[in-house]
């Protein structure tokens, strides 16, 4: 079945630094990949999600760059800031019938240090 | 507009107990599904209601997990008797037609 694959944490970076978190998925169709992301005390949030291949998701300086032939969907920020500390979790929806379902990673924790 | 909201925000039971989660979708969202991350695992699918039609159910984990959405508004996932192996955060996400889904702050299980 489909499966997504995400670097283990936690990820421990100064702030300003550049960050990337892997994420390789397997699935039998064209799925839509997502991260989203669990900042302390809130619940899971919409990051960003590309449809299809070499779609680029973007949103609050994070970029993830939808590969077909290499089913990766990594996250990366040029520069990170105290304020990106939280769970960054990655997901992919087959998009065959209406259930559409996540599938998700294990989530990564990432601290970002002044 | 109000987001998914979910109660209690923790609950802390005893094992063989009962509890019960509620999940307020947004209005309008007819999709509603909860899906639950045990520690130190991924978050999995756990059913998935259209209005009040289960359409999918294939993640509950056994005959222990009960959920309902009665008239198709709130969600409740009742744990009877709670287990050990119960314990998680479980999560209510609620989507429109052509929307993506938007997800509660999650409801803190632990059983003891």
Not at chain 1, 33 to 57: I, M, N, S
């Amino acid at each position: 079945g489909d499966s997504v694959t995400q670097m283990e944490g936690p990820v421990t970076l100064s702030e300003e630094a550049f960050l990337t978190i892997n994420c390789t998925y397997t699935a039998t169709g064209y799925p839509s990949l997502f991260w989203y992301v669990q900042y302390p005390g809130e619940g899971l949030q919409l990051l960003l999600k590309a449809t299809k291949a070499d779609d680029k998701g973007s949103n609050k300086g994070f970029e993830a760059t939808y590969r077909k032939e290499t089913t990766s969907f990594h996250l990366e920020k040029g520069s990170v800031q105290v304020s990106d500390s939280a769970v960054y979790f990655c997901a992919l929806r087959d998009n065959a019938g209406n259930n559409r379902k996540l599938i998700w990673g294990l989530g990564t924790s990432l601290a970002v240090n002044p | 507009e109000a987001g998914v909201t979910q109660f209690p925000s923790h609950s802390v039971i005893e094992k063989g107990q009962t509890v019960t989660l509620r999940c307020d979708p947004i209005s309008g969202h007819d999709n509603l599904y909860w899906y639950r991350r045990v520690m130190g695992k991924e978050i999995k699918f756990l059913l998935h209601f259209v209005k009040e039609s289960k359409q999918d159910e294939s993640g509950m984990p056994n005959n222990r997990f009960l959920a309902e959405r009665t008239g198709g508004t709130y969600s409740t996932l009742k744990v009877q008797p709670a287990e050990l192996e119960d314990s998680g955060v479980y999560f209510c996400a609620t989507r429109g037609g052509s929307t993506e889904a938007f997800f509660g702050q999650g409801t803190r299980l632990t059983v003891v």
